[in-house]
């Protein structure tokens, strides 16, 4: 299919996001909410839905909810039920799944989104409800019977309905970069999408470009990453338009993504809410949310990503791809957030962070939680950096390796003791400027015939005499001035 075809229709996209919540015990037994135990093992008699048992809701999985909505913008749900949605898998002994169907714990939010030009687009929420997943049905290669572990059955999940507001496979990326983000800065999900503990779907439709009425919706499954949700989107996108451009009209179903050949397949035809017989859970009573506990939640909230790129862009003016960059990881964020507190060059810092830090963590493939050096230590290696204290040179290469092997030193302390801090005396440093000017006569006299670019060469045979250790500032005047003598 042409791309002019297809710039004829406007894409509609929706995605579905589900996330498992990093909580004890699952979400309404005391069964243990592990991932890669034993197959099996994680279970009693409410997860295999024993006749007589009851469930009980775990607070923590909706106080992580109620974090996540108000991390979106959400208004909270004061009141909450809870419905049986009845379906067949294998894998869910109960035979149905204890959602919430009328009664979401979150609702009419919506997260700013920001694109690779540096424009930003708002998705809507439509509705954040707490579930419980189901099993794992496993199928090994070249065996004939399927496996089933139960362990994930009855672990808590919230599911993230965003509305249709999706053009493009680029802004259902962004999205979901954002909403792994937020889960990680709340730390109730590890966001790791090729363990399964962050799921997405995703509601694919087209129209032309002047219509008034959105398509018929498809719903892909089995992406296991943000690149093959992109890929799939693309794919059903160009299916959908080539079906209606011969005429024929797209069926309501729900289609598999196969990550080898990038192309979707059908699965079911899409079942309708009636299919689904939701009807409220009687084994569980309401669940209120009261002021109090609405309250104590959003105190805990941390500084979210919006909020730390807001002030490194406006309060410490960093560019956009400086903040991006630092917001990342909430690990990266915070320790930044803290060091640039500690000194007035945050330009600097974010520099440190995203060179040798960086560097030295990912040749040893570490997390920042490893890093030795606090942030103090850091800001000690700028302040004597800005002070002309110490050339940047020096202080990666010899200053910044020596307090990783000795982090309880300090920036100073040390310089002092390695004998790296600047030589300022105007005298020393004029007869080293003498002694490489003699030794270089010829290229003395290129320079003064115009070459210019030759003063590098003269700075780098002067700090070699001075083991780096000269003023750069002083070095320079004087070296113009005997070149221009």
């Not at 197959?39 to 409410?46: A, D, K, Y």
């Not at 439709?205 to 089995?222: F, H, I, Q, R």
Request: some cysteine; hydrophobic content about 35%; charged content about 25%.
């Amino acid at each position: 299919m042409d791309e002019a075809t297809i710039a004829n229709y406007q894409p509609v996209i929706g995605l579905e996001v589900h996330a498992q919540l990093l909580t004890h015990s699952k979400m309404y037994s005391s069964d243990e909410n592990e991932y890669g135990s034993l197959p099996n093992t994680n279970l009693s008699v409410i997860t295999l839905g024993h006749p007589g048992t009851l469930p009980r809701v775990n607070r923590t999985a909706v106080d992580f909810a109620i974090k996540m909505g108000l991390a979106t913008n959400c208004q909270i749900q004061r009141e909450n039920l809870f419905a049986r949605k009845n379906y067949f898998y294998p894998d869910l002994p109960k035979g149905y799944q204890i959602t919430q169907d009328k009664t979401p714990i979150c609702y009419g939010g919506h997260i700013d989104i920001r694109l690779a030009d540096g424009s930003t687009r708002r998705i809507g929420i439509t509705r954040i409800h707490m579930e419980e997943d189901a099993g794992k049905s496993m199928h090994l290669a070249g065996e004939t019977e399927t496996l089933v572990d139960l362990n994930r059955a009855g672990v808590p999940l919230i599911e993230i309905v965003s509305e249709p507001d999706i053009r493009t496979e680029e802004e259902a990326y962004a999205y979901l970069a954002e909403i792994k983000k937020l889960v990680q800065y709340l730390e109730i999900c590890d966001g790791n999408m090729e363990e399964g503990s962050l799921r997405c779907d995703a509601n694919v439709s087209v129209m032309k470009k002047d219509a008034t009425e959105y398509g018929t919706k498809v719903e892909v499954k089995n992406m296991n990453s943000f690149r093959n949700v992109q890929r799939a989107i693309e794919y059903e996108v160009q299916r959908q338009v080539e079906i209606l451009e011969n005429g024929g009209e797209v069926d309501s179903e729900t289609r598999g993504f196969d990550a080898t050949s990038g192309t979707t397949s059908g699965q079911r035809s899409k079942e309708t809410l009636n299919d689904y017989r939701y009807f409220p859970e009687p084994d569980l009573p309401p669940l209120i949310v009261d002021d109090a506990w609405l309250h104590r939640v959003q105190a805990a909230l941390p500084a979210l990503p919006q909020q730390l790129y807001a002030r490194f862009t406006g309060e410490l003016g960093l560019s956009d791809y400086d903040a991006n960059v630092l917001i990342d990881q909430k690990e990266v964020a915070q320790y930044f957030d803290e060091l640039s507190r500690l000194t007035p060059n945050a330009k600097a810092a974010a520099n440190w962070i995203m060179g040798p830090v960086k560097s030295y963590l990912n040749e040893r493939a570490l997390e920042l939680a490893d890093f030795p050096l606090d942030p103090a230590q850091l800001a000690g290696i700028i302040e004597l950096i800005d002070a002309g204290k110490l050339n940047y040179s020096v202080a990666s290469k010899q200053l910044f390796p020596y307090l990783l092997e000795h982090p309880t030193a300090n920036a100073t302390g040390a310089a002092e003791t390695l004998g790296l801090l600047v030589k300022a005396d105007a005298g020393e440093l004029q007869a080293l400027v003498d002694q490489v000017l003699a030794a270089n006569p010829a290229k003395v006299a290129e320079y003064r015939a115009g070459k210019k670019s030759l003063t590098g060469m003269f700075m780098g045979e002067l700090m070699k005499l001075t083991g780096g250790k000269a003023d750069p500032k002083l070095a320079n005047q004087l070296l113009r001035k005997g070149l221009d003598g």
